[in-house]
């Protein structure tokens, strides 16, 4: 048993032990968590990955005349200015305010400019009052010129994560990177074993106080971050999931770019790269043994985020050793992996806060209160109108086409159930096609007899148990004006079509206006 | 080697890559081709015998051809080697080495433009 204030003496003096999360996980591979404890005092841990949860406060100071800042753009993004009148919160995924500029560059790309020193573009409007008479400010200034900078990140440094793999047949864009169809890749985002809660899975010295890297500076842990989760699936004593997380604040000022990058995330929007370590001091031998956890200990659920909904399916059961080599299999099939997350990097701030604690640079604290441990769950948000199903909607009676069927028949039909969408179904009743007017239109111009050569073969379709807004984006996402209805059989179950969209938009307003 | 073939709205009706296989004794790999009738760009590979005798003819017949020594680069100072490139490469000219540094293999590269899209700091370009 060692105490932190013992620790700290040995740095003091020069001869504390601090080996990196890596280098632990061997140390007590090869001698075993009881002479690992006594061996090593300090473990550094280290990520450096996507931490959307991020931003920071700053105080601009006050101007003469003096304003009271209501919306504040700082070269083109909003920062929150919601609060007392000169300060503002900047958080990293706001995009720019020009939507030609959008998620190009947004609060993270900002916040890594201010920390390489340059000069920044401040706009801010207010409504005037008695005592901050100012309605428009116009200027620049340089991180250096604020009164304070301190990064507040309500989320950083998540526990585990799923990885993501894609079964639909579009390109799907996301907070996990760019995943192709078909299963085409898998994209993961965990330091694994050099990560910080992986390397105290229960919290047992993390909490609110805690001395860390963050940034290239020295910050601390807050508490427990938001979305925090105690109640988790474990395995190897670490969870297999999403689960625990840390608030953490730092002062910008002392940041250094290295460890602090502004990215876009393709179609999704702007992210803060951060680089965070945490040390560990190994106070016993079960603390050691938990920084023992190797990559392949630690388990990883590769979900489908082909299904657009909270809940998604898991499709392979795997580890952070496997998802490293550069690929995994599935159903027989080698797909190359992601990382997403730097483990350059994310070694790079463990050796860092090595050294600072080797050179005597960087003292331990006790927390004040640990991160809670358990009782903590993470609540979904209840959609008290909740959303209307695909197959909860009134739509009109099955109309369908067979591909024999003659054009002007297929015409006539359309005109007789005046529709512009017509599903073109086999024997079986299975969707092979669509055919809309202006199909029938370019036939007869080109004169076309053959209903399979005018059909549009690649449908975009619409499942039964899909929620209406999902398939308002689809409709959207691909300009068409509707989409035929199958189940899992593709068996066409009916249409859905933009103006049956927008009939229930109205429908849901004229409700809402009756109840009041 | 590696080459951009650029070809004018005035050549693109002509066959010249199927006469060019005819009557050449060259190895002949297409590795990226955009081409519409306001002319376009395809992205070749060429080995063989009578390479020299091929490249001839393909500018005697109106294709403009600029040797490529790099097909895509990356910017260092803006990488941080977080992979999301990695799995995106169609031909596996993308790796990590010892150090967890990302590294692209330019001599397998086509040219596709996946990674320089989703980057996620904008560090890999296409060459001009």
């Known amino acids: ?516 | 080697m590696k080459a951009w073939l650029n070809f004018s709205p005035e050549i693109v009706n002509k066959a010249v890559i199927s006469n060019l296989m005819k009557n050449f004794d060259v190895s002949f790999n297409i590795m990226n081709a955009n081409i519409t009738p306001k002319g376009g760009k395809m992205l070749i590979e060429i080995s063989g015998e009578e390479a020299q005798e091929g490249i001839n003819y393909l500018e005697n017949q109106g294709v403009h051809l600029t040797p490529v020594k790099r097909v895509v680069k990356k910017d260092n100072d803006k990488c941080v080697d977080c992979g999301a490139c990695l799995s995106l490469c169609p031909v596996e000219a993308i790796t990590i080495d010892e150090e967890w540094k990302v590294e692209l293999d330019d001599q397998k590269c086509i040219g596709c433009g996946f990674c320089t899209s989703s980057c996620p700091t904008k560090a890999i370009k296409l060459a001009d």
């Open chain 1, 1 to 516: 048993m060692k105490t932190i204030e013992e620790i700290n003496q040995k740095i003091k003096d020069g001869n504390a032990v601090v080996v990196t999360a890596a280098e632990m996980t061997r140390i007590v591979r090869e001698t075993g968590a009881k002479e690992a404890a006594k061996e090593v005092d300090v473990v550094t841990t280290g990520t450096f990955g996507a931490m959307c949860s991020s931003g920071a406060f700053l105080n601009f100071g006050h101007s003469d005349p003096p304003i009271k800042m209501a919306h504040t753009y700082i070269n083109g993004v909003e920062a929150y200015s919601g609060l007392a009148a000169v300060d503002a919160y900047l958080g990293a995924t706001q995009p720019h305010r020009d939507p030609k500029i959008g998620i190009k560059y947004g609060g993270a790309h900002l916040l890594e400019d201010l920390v390489r020193g340059k000069e920044v573009e401040l706009v801010a409007e207010a409504y005037g009052t008695d005592c901050y008479p100012l309605q428009n400010i116009h200027t620049h200034f340089k991180l250096e010129d604020l009164n304070q900078a301190i990064m507040i990140n309500p989320r950083n440094s998540y526990q585990n994560y799923a990885a993501a793999t894609n079964s639909s047949e579009e390109t799907l864009y996301t907070y996990l990177g760019t995943l192709l169809p078909k299963m085409g890749n898998v994209t993961y985002s965990s330091a694994g074993e050099l990560s910080p809660l992986l390397n105290d899975p229960y919290f047992k010295t993390m909490g609110l106080g805690t001395r860390i890297f963050l940034c290239g500076a020295q910050g601390y842990i807050l508490g427990e971050g938001t979305q925090h989760n105690t109640e988790v699936e474990r395995e190897n004593g670490v969870p297999v999931g999403s689960a625990g997380t840390l608030m953490l604040k730092g002062d910008l000022k002392k940041m250094d770019p290295e460890y602090l990058r502004g990215a876009t995330m393709p179609e999704y929007g702007p992210t803060l790269y951060v680089g965070a370590g945490v040390p560990i001091p190994i106070l016993n031998e079960e603390i050691a043994q938990h920084t023992g956890i190797s990559d392949q200990d630690i388990g990883c659920r590769i979900m489908d985020y082909g299904v657009p909904r909270r809940s998604r399916p898991a499709i392979l059961e795997t580890n952070y050793h496997q998802l490293r080599s550069g690929s995994v299999e599935i159903d027989g099939t080698k797909i190359q992996t992601s990382p997403m997350s730097s483990y350059r990097k994310a070694l790079q701030v463990a050796e860092e806060l090595k050294n600072w604690i080797e050179k005597g640079e960087f003292f331990l604290t006790r927390p004040v209160e640990l991160i809670p441990s358990h009782g903590q769950t993470v609540k979904p948000l209840q959609i008290k109108r909740p959303s209307i199903l695909v197959k909860d909607l009134k739509t009109k009676a099955i109309i369908t086409a067979t591909a024999q069927d003659n054009l002007s028949d297929v015409a006539r039909l359309m005109v007789d159930n005046n529709i512009n969408h017509l599903p073109v179904i086999d024997k079986e009743g299975k969707l092979m096609g669509i055919v809309t007017s202006w199909d029938i239109a370019q036939a007869v111009a080109k004169e076309v007899q053959e209903l399979t050569h005018i059909m549009t073969k690649k449908v975009i379709v619409a499942m039964e148990d899909e929620p209406v807004e999902v398939i308002a984006r689809r409709i959207d996402k691909y300009e068409i004006s509707g989409v035929p209805i199958v189940d899992r059989d593709n068996l066409v179950k009916g249409m859905i079509t933009a103006e049956d969209l927008s009939r229930l938009v109205c429908s849901r307003d004229d409700k809402r206006g009756e109840s009041l």
